[in-house]
C-alpha cells in the first residue's frame, strides 16, 4: 500500500503529539506513535518506563494495544516519531505489529521532520505469525 503525502504528515503529526506525553524518566528518551487502522481511526501511543524495566512498554505496542482494546485489528501504518533520528521499532514490537500485518508501512521520521518508509517486512523479514499456531493445532 503506498501512502498518501497527507495521510503520512497527519501520522507524523499524531506521533509527535503523543511523544508529548512519554513516561520516561529513567531513560529520557521520548517515543511518540500513530497507528492507522484499515477504517481511517489513529490511535496514538507513546513509551511508558516503570521502574522494573521489564514491564516498560514502547509506543508502537502502547499504540496498538489502545487501538485492539478499542475493537480495531486490522492496520496498515504506523509512524515512529522518537528523540533522535529515525528510529525503528524494537524486535519485540515488530513482532507485536506483525500478528496484525507484516507488511504494515513504517514511516521513520527524524528529528529534522524528514522521514523514510519501510514495510514492516523489511524490518522483520521472516516473523512468528498467527497460522504457524494453527498449524501447530492441526498437527495435534
Do not use: W
Amino acid at each position: 500500500m503506498a501512502l498518501q503525502e497527507d495521510v503520512i504528515r497527519h501520522l507524523v503529526d499524531e506521533a509527535r503529539a503523543a511523544r508529548q506525553f512519554a513516561h520516561a524518566p529513567y531513560s529520557g528518551f521520548h517515543v511518540g506513535a500513530a497507528l492507522l487502522a484499515s477504517d481511517g481511526t489513529v490511535t496514538r501511543g507513546c513509551n511508558v518506563e516503570i521502574s522494573a524495566y521489564s514491564v516498560t512498554s514502547c509506543a508502537e505496542r502502547t499504540a496498538l494495544f489502545a487501538a485492539v482494546a478499542a475493537g480495531k485489528k486490522e492496520f496498515a501504518a504506523i509512524a515512529v516519531v522518537a528523540d533522535l533520528d529515525a528510529t525503528p521499532p524494537c524486535g519485540v514490537c515488530r513482532q507485536a505489529l506483525a500478528d496484525f500485518n507484516p507488511s504494515m508501512e513504517i514511516i521513520l521520521v527524524s528529528d529534522d521532520g524528514s522521514y523514510r518508509v519501510v514495510s514492516l517486512a523489511q524490518l522483520l523479514p521472516e516473523p512468528f505469525l498467527p497460522e504457524h499456531l494453527a498449524k501447530h493445532a492441526k498437527s495435534q
